[in-house]
T-cell receptor, first 117, second 109 residues
Framework: DADVTQTPRNRITKTGKRIMLECSQT?????MYWYRQDPGLGLRLIYY???????NKGEISDGYSVSRQAQAKFSLSLESAIPNQTALYFC????????????????FGEGSRLTVL | AQRVTQPEKLLSVFKGAPVELKCNYS??????LFWYVQYSRQRLQLLLR??SRESIKGFTADLNKGETSFHLKKPFAQEEDSAMYYC???????????FGTGTRLKVLA
């Protein structure tokens, strides 16, 4: 089945370390998103990309950077991790140009749990 | 400001009881509204979208533009409905989604 895959699934790191979370998808979707999930705060958008050359900041992009290496790959980096970046990170995709009418649905990966000590 | 509000962090009901998860939104245009569900140890997945006006797993949600609400309802809760539920909004003409803070539903035996 076409899927959205995130690696690593769990990571513990120390303050100041550089961390990369990777997302790959076999859905053939153009649009990819990185969200952060915190208890009581829901999902907040970090970055989104509409294609390889189009990357946009979300509501909480400070302290993060992204790279869209190919249509299928969208990586999230924390250049110098800090404890308040401890969270569950989700990658998602959508495809308004697919066959048939677009449902507006987002397809999520399983999440990457990051702990910064 | 664009916002999705889910006032309840936790909702506990007994099996067979009716369920209503509240969602209110603030948006100046014509949004699309969605409900996503996250079962234990599973990824977020779409449950309902207002455009389709469908019933999924016994859940329904009606968009009330006057009250700017999109409450999720089910007449008889089942234990397998226990999960985290997120209301989300997509602004017309955009591909950005705004999520609420989520409501954890616990259905008690």
């Amino acid at each position: 089945d076409a899927d959205v895959t995130q690696t690593p699934r769990n990571r513990i790191t120390k303050t100041g370390k550089r961390i990369m979370l990777e997302c790959s998808q076999t859905k053939g979707h153009d649009r990819m998103y990185w969200y952060r999930q915190d208890p009581g705060l829901g999902l907040r958008l970090i970055y989104y990309s509409f294609d390889v050359k189009d990357i946009n900041k979300g509501e909480i992009s400070d302290g993060y950077s992204v790279s869209r290496q190919a249509q299928a790959k969208f990586s999230l980096s924390l250049e110098s991790a800090i404890p308040n970046q401890t969270a569950l990170y989700f990658c998602a995709t959508s495809d308004p140009h697919g066959q048939g009418s677009w449902t507006g649905e987002l397809f999520f990966g399983e999440g990457s749990r990051l702990t910064v000590l | 400001a664009q916002r999705v509000t889910q006032p309840e962090k936790l909702l506990s009901v007994f099996k067979g009881a009716p369920v209503e998860l509240k969602c209110n939104y603030s948006y100046s245009g014509s949004p699309e509204l969605f409900w996503y569900v996250q079962y234990s140890r599973q990824r977020l997945q779409l449950l309902l979208r207002h455009i389709s006006r469908e019933s999924i797993k016994g859940f329904t949600a009606d968009l009330n533009k006057g009250e700017t609400s999109f409450h999720l309802k089910k007449p008889f809760a089942q234990e397998e409905d226990s999960a985290m539920y997120y209301c989300a909004l997509r602004g017309s003409g955009t591909y950005k989604y705004i999520f609420g803070t989520g409501t954890r539903l616990k259905v008690l035996a």
